[in-house]
């Protein structure tokens, strides 16, 4: 890889797991009996997978804890690690006063099968509406929708979903991954917007 150079964090490439590491036994850890037999050891537990995380993040919020940073997730791979890095860094932010507001953004659509679409939120239903012509346009035997909030906003042609969670009124909701200009993606509660955060955060 000439002429690529890694920047690590703190001069460490990160916990090195040398070639002849056996991994632990799997008789040691629990996991999924469907996987019996697929499996050879268990080479970084979940633990220290999440351990090493919080340490992550705890670096990010060291370089960038005042910067208005984009997690761009990669799926499928990076979601679970990007949905952990994501948590980490806000526990931190909590319990500091560095705080970064982080944007997060995904990339990448495959084919399907049997698909769940899940929505934060169905306001008129237009992102819904455009979303399903994408997804039928590969042929999925099955295409449910789950919508944890309906809101009721007059004029409200859209199906509902297979899935309710709430039925909201007619506000701008913002948290548990709900945005405003791809802010607020970072705060556990679901929120109405203030006029001052909408100024704020205005593009
Ligand atoms: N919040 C965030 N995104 C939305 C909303 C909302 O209230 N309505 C439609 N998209
Ligand atoms: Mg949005």
């Known amino acids: 890889m000439a002429g690529i150079v890694l920047q690590t964090e703190g001069g460490s490439g ?3 797991i040398d070639d002849d590491w056996p991994g632990y036994s799997l008789e040691l850890f629990s996991y999924p009996a469907h996987y019996a037999g697929d499996l050879e050891c268990v080479v970084v537990p979940h633990g220290v997978i999440m351990d090493r995380t919080e ?12 910067h208005d940073i984009v997690v761009l997730c990669v799926l499928k791979g990076g979601y679970q690690f990007c949905a952990d890095l994501v948590d ?18 995904f990339i ?14 169905i306001g008129t239903g237009k992102t819904l509406k455009a ?9 999925p035997k099955m295409i449910k929708v789950a919508g944890l909030l309906v809101k009721r906003v007059p004029h409200n042609t859209a199906r509902l979903p297979h899935y309710v969670g709430f039925e909201i009124p007619d506000r701008f909701v913002v948290g548990y991954a709900l945005d405003y200009n791809e802010y607020f993606r970072d705060l556990n509660h679901i929120c109405v ?8 955060y205005k593009m």
């Open 14 to 16: 990160g916990i090195v």
């Open 55 to 66: 340490r992550l993040a705890r670096n990010i919020m060291d370089d960038l804890g005042d």
């Open 88 to 105: 980490k860094i806000k526990a931190l932010s909590c319990s500091s006063d560095r705080t970064i507001p982080m944007r997060v953004h």
């Open 108 to 121: 990448r659509l495959k084919s399907y099968l049997n698909v769940l679409i899940v929505e934060g939120i």
């Open 131 to 139: 979303l399903l012509k994408h997804v039928e346009a590969f042929k």
């Open 193 to 200: 917007i203030s006029e001052s955060g909408k100024l704020k």
